[in-house]
Nanobody
């Protein structure tokens, strides 16, 4: 089992940057693929980015490609999401998730473990 704790959210102006972090407990972090999802008020949760167990493969939603970067440090049990050129439509609660079968999927249902979320608000 793994516990996930997100941090780094906040309020930023459009065009600004934020760096989200997700700290994972447990000794098997490197066996999980990791994902970031977000949910805006009144909308369904949507895929943002995913990264393979080793960090060698990354995947992005079209809406964030070229602006966001996902990375991981298995020695520190940490996954991060660097968000640049933020837009008001990026406003949402951002969630970190872990997949024990390491599928690096954009489908939220395959993820076994979820953090509590961190709020990102981008003002225009």
């Amino acid at each position: 089992q793994v516990q996930l704790i997100e941090s780094g959210g906040g309020l930023v102006q459009a065009g600004g940057s934020l760096r989200l972090s997700c700290a994972a407990s447990g000794r098997t972090f490197s066996s999980y693929s990791m994902g970031w999802f977000r949910q805006a008020p009144g909308k369904e949760r949507e895929f943002v980015a995913a990264i393979s167990r080793t960090g060698g493969s990354t995947y992005y939603a079209d809406s964030v490609k070229g602006r966001f970067t996902i990375s991981r440090d298995n020695a520190k049990n940490m996954v991060t999401l660097q968000m640049n050129s933020l837009k008001p439509e990026d406003t949402a609660v951002y969630y970190c998730a872990a997949d024990s079968r390491s599928r690096s999927s954009s489908w939220s249902l395959v993820y076994d473990y979820w953090g509590q979320g961190t709020q990102v608000t981008v003002s225009s």
